[in-house]
């Protein structure tokens, strides 16, 4: 048998599960989150990690392959978060991306090219075999091309410009800028 101490009496137990655990209230070790004497106050509207450290947001995946060269395409990305888009020009026309450090290849939704072609982006497009897919899925997602246009950043005194491929996924998705293209831009350092 165990002797605990438990608030000023010495008491004799066989089995003390929480002992190893981590609580789900306080994040401290040796108890469970039912049992916790610590007060909330104003910590309530705060995520808590889960069993495993990970933060308990909800997030999105997106997962894209080739089977040319390997072009992958990540992005995990917390629901709540407003200021992880950048703003650049592409062929002469504003748009948003994300940078994502995982991707080998940039992409944009239908509709924001859509948007693109009505506001005259320079840029020659073609069609393309490429296949992707999301993350965890086995069937493909719809590739209606690629474009290849000048890009650079929306900040005032920035005028160095690189081509950059985009390939154009259907659907309404976040807007990527890959690893090699954030890059040259000098948004992305490793």
Not at 44 to 57: E, F, P, T, V, W
Not at 90 to 96: E, I, Q, R, S
Not at 152 to 180: D, H, M, P, T, W
Request: proline residues 1%; contains cysteine.
């Amino acid at each position: 048998m165990l002797s605990v101490w438990e608030r000023g009496t010495l008491r004799k137990r066989s089995i003390m599960p929480g002992t190893s655990k981590t609580c789900n209230k306080c994040g401290k070790s040796g108890h469970f989150g039912i049992v916790c004497k610590t007060k909330q106050g104003g910590q309530q509207n705060q995520r808590r990690d889960d069993k495993y450290g990970h933060k308990s947001a909800k997030s999105i995946v997106n997962y894209v392959e080739s089977n040319d060269d390997d072009e992958y395409a990540f992005i995990v990305k917390n629901q709540s978060d407003k200021n992880d888009e950048i703003k650049i020009n592409a062929g002469g026309v504003n748009m948003k991306c994300v940078i994502d450090s995982g991707a080998s290849v940039n992409t944009i939704s239908s509709a924001l090219w859509k948007k693109l072609k009505i506001q005259k982006i320079l840029c020659k497009s073609e069609k393309s075999e490429k296949k992707l897919y999301a993350y965890g899925s086995e069937t493909p997602l719809e590739v209606l091309g690629k474009f290849t246009c000048e890009i650079y950043l929306n900040v005032k005194g920035q005028s160095e410009s690189v081509e950059a491929e985009f390939y154009v996924i259907k659907g309404s998705r976040v807007s990527l800028l890959g690893k090699g293209t954030a890059i040259q831009l000098g948004v992305l350092k490793l």
